[in-house]
């Protein structure tokens, strides 16, 4: 069976906690305002929403996006845009696979400093447990119910576009 994504775009969306400790009076948050993750000069904060954005191509094929993001709860979504195979197009639960290997070559990047190995177990793990992986579950990465604090991570993906978009968003808090 075909699946119905085939063909689109990935997008990877990865949300991570941003730089917590530093109130922002002007609108109650506890968080300060989104720093640049990706340290190329393309970062750009937009003060009004309290959000910041900025892109790389981490390899020839690959081209990333990071919106990062939060007032309570810390959030940063990696939206990678990447060319499927023909083969991979057809394979169900792709976006997890995906998702994992292109956290992975943002970690190898060492200049990044980025650790996803909480995130990358989450997602194998979930990809393990279930036939077919669903888009959007949000998945735990932490959660300290003691403390009322978690981490959870969930993808989205557009594999109807070219090239494929897979969205990973990773989400912390509350701060």
Known sequence: MINRLAALPVIFLVSLPAAAGNYRPDNGCTLDYPQSVLKNGSFKLNKEKGSGSESIAPTRNIDLSVESGGCEYSTRTYRFSIVLTADENQTSGIEYVKAVELL?????????????????????????????????????????TENQFSEKVWIDADRGAEPTRIAVTLSSGPY
Not at 128 to 134: S, T
């Open 104 to 144: 992975a070559v943002l970690e190898r990047r060492k200049e990044l400093a980025l650790d996803f190995s909480g995130a990358r177990k989450a997602l194998q793990s979930y990809m393990a447990l279930v036939v077919e992986p669903k888009l959007g579950e949000q998945l735990y990465i932490r959660n300290d």
